[in-house]
């Protein structure tokens, strides 16, 4: 069975400028939904991810040439957002049709010549300071962070840095270190734009072009680290007084990326693990054990340009936290030694296949479907035939991938929360 959008016979991949551009008509009526990407490159073992993200947090707040934005998007009806994304700088907003043109000019303005005002610079760094101290009070956020930093190396797109490190590293940025870095890594490389609703190709490329005409791509290069860090495997602990409950990463680095064979059939594996509700992790620690309210697993942080890491998450009161990181790693090792069953790769079939045609529902998803294959260098026919791949995948196919890839004996360890019991071993 195939997804009924019928991308490749739908949409128009081409150059329009500096930019690869995607569009998709859709039955809407004068509104369009466009999504976006470019590669920053930042050097995160020096710290440069920090840059970026006040980079980016700055540029609606005015540019060389005009302040602020609001009220221009506002009297347009219009949205507009950017995001620091590791590697990426990312663009989402949402217009009517015919104020496309408008709201690409907004955009480019924004990426091109932002002011970085002094006095705007000081209250995003405070903000920005704000928001980390504020994660540091989050159990999930802590544990999350420490099971990277096991995983993977300083400067790996994976690795998180102490929420600690990050807010120092904050605090000692500088305008002009925000003012540099832009000047550095902003620009049209791999510049990628997929927008879809209601309208012809022909227009919103021609708004493409004279929008980004002078968006020209950056000339720094890749900096990050690739591979995982090695090691035996290891528990940390991360105290936090007076939580009531314990939140707990288990994982391991894998050594796949997102265009391996092995990766959809281990994903359609990891979903009969952890996927949702009625995955096994869920049936058995949570229903059948009563030791948690949550828990499920995750292929994370998988990209063509770099493999990730398989995560189990799970929430535990502390006084069964041993007992529940037990339960856990068992049902793991239950899993891949019987591997799965057909009654449960057949269920977890549709319910992948439910879930896909829900996810191209809106224009936003849509264009963040064809921005994300994109940005995987895959062919915008491979949307449509995503459902095929799945269905036609055996049970020796998932059984085989969670054998090879999913290594229980490898698992680390992070737990944050009140008497954590969790030590290095």
């Not at 480019?108 to 970085?116: C, D, K």
């Not at 999930?140 to 930093?149: D, F, G, K, V």
């Amino acid at each position: 069975m195939s997804s009924t959008i019928h991308f490749s016979e739908r949409t128009q991949d081409r150059p329009a400028g500096p930019v690869r551009l995607l569009t998709l008509p859709t039955p809407v009526d004068d509104f369009v939904s466009f999504r976006g990407s470019f590669l920053a490159y930042p050097d995160l073992a020096a710290g440069e991810g920090v840059l970026q993200q006040l980079a980016v947090a700055m540029l609606d707040q005015g540019t060389e040439h005009r302040d602020r934005f609001a009220q221009v998007l506002e009297d347009r009806g219009a949205k507009l957002n950017l995001s620091s994304d590791g590697l990426y700088v990312d663009i989402r907003g949402q217009a009517l049709a015919d104020d496309l043109p408008d709201v690409l000019d907004v955009l480019a303005e924004m990426l091109q010549s932002p002011a970085f005002d002094e006095a705007e610079f000081e209250k995003t760094r405070a903000q920005t300071v704000g928001q980390l101290q504020r994660s540091l009070e989050k159990t999930s956020s802590r544990a999350a962070n420490a099971l990277t930093r096991s995983l993977f190396a300083d400067g790996h797109p994976n690795y998180r840095p102490p929420l600690e490190t990050r807010i120092q590293q904050v605090q000692a940025a500088t305008r002009a270190d925000v003012r540099d870095y832009h000047r550095a890594h902003f620009g049209a490389t791999d510049f990628t734009l997929a927008v879809v609703g209601d309208l012809a190709h022909d227009p919103v490329a021609g708004a493409v072009e004279e929008a980004f005409a002078g968006f020209a791509p950056h000339e720094s290069a890749p900096a990050h680290a690739v591979e995982a860090r090695g090691g035996r495997p290891r528990r940390e602990s991360i105290p936090m007084p007076d939580k009531s409950n314990v939140d707990v990463r288990l994982g391991h680095a894998l050594p796949i990326r997102r265009d391996d064979e092995a990766y959809l059939p281990l994903y359609v594996g990891n979903y009969i693990l952890g996927g949702n509700f009625a995955a096994r992790l869920m049936t058995t620690v949570r229903d059948e054990k009563g030791l948690t309210y949550g828990i499920g697993s995750s292929l994370s942080g998988i990209t063509t340009r770099y493999p990730g890491y398989f995560k189990t998450q799970v929430t535990l009161s502390h006084d069964v936290l041993e007992e529940g990181i037990e339960a856990t790693e068992t049902v793991i090792r239950t899993f891949v030694e019987e591997g799965a069953t057909q009654e449960e790769l057949e269920a977890k079939k549709e319910t992948i296949a439910g879930s896909f045609t829900v996810g191209l529902a809106t224009t936003g998803r849509l264009a963040y479907s064809l921005l994300l294959n994109a940005e995987r260098d895959f062919e915008v026919g491979y949307l449509d035939a995503f459902l095929d791949r799945v269905h036609a995948l055996t049970l020796d196919d998932v059984n085989d991938a969670v054998r090879t890839h999913l290594r229980p004996d490898a698992l680390h360890v992070a737990a944050a929360g009140t008497r954590p019991e969790v030590v290095s071993v």
